[in-house]
């Protein structure tokens, strides 16, 4: 998809070229300048078409194509930690978020809004209670085929920030609304960095 948007500004920035070049053409200097500002819109409207078209493609991705490229740990307690102990493994890791698993099985999860709400607002004292008395249970999961349209309306709808991933029970990962929203909008710098490179050749007039 970024080799297609690469090559299609191209194509529109080589009529650039060759507008920009008409110098030896004996047509009246107002008609070359209108002709070259009429490509150049086409060739930005053609970029911009192309650009949310991948941006289509990108959100219909499955979660399962997305976790193979970037691997994210799973980073779980057990339900007999105390709050004070998960919150600094939750530091120490700099997440804003914990799994509370037995063995295998997803109890719950720990985040820092229950932190806040359960335990600060409710005058627990963090090195006596257990997380598994403040977790959030049942959380809601994705699976690897939930898109990634699907997994940000999840999010945005049921007003969180953490997904676990799960398969026939088994944990695979927990993604956050932050993975999701770069895995959206990555190798975009790159693409407009192309386009805008290819667009300053094709525009040169020399």
Sequence with gaps: MRARTVFTASIACALLSQTALAEDVTLPAPVLEWSFY??????LAVAIGVFFRTEKDKKNEVLSTLLEEHKPAIHSVSPDISITECVRRMNDLNIGAMLVMEGHQLLGIFT???AMTKVLGAGLEPSRTNVSAVMSQNPVCVTPSTTLDEAMA??????IRHLPVVQDGNV???VSSG??????VEDR?????????IAGRGSDPR
């Design 38 to 43: 009429v490509l150049l819109i086409f060739a």
């Design 112 to 114: 820092e809004r229950d």
């Design 154 to 159: 999840i999010v945005s709808n049921r007003r």
């Design 172 to 174: 695979l990962a927990m």
């Design 179 to 184: 993975d999701l929203t770069h895995w959206l």
């Design 189 to 197: 710098p790159g693409d407009i960095r192309e386009l805008v490179d």
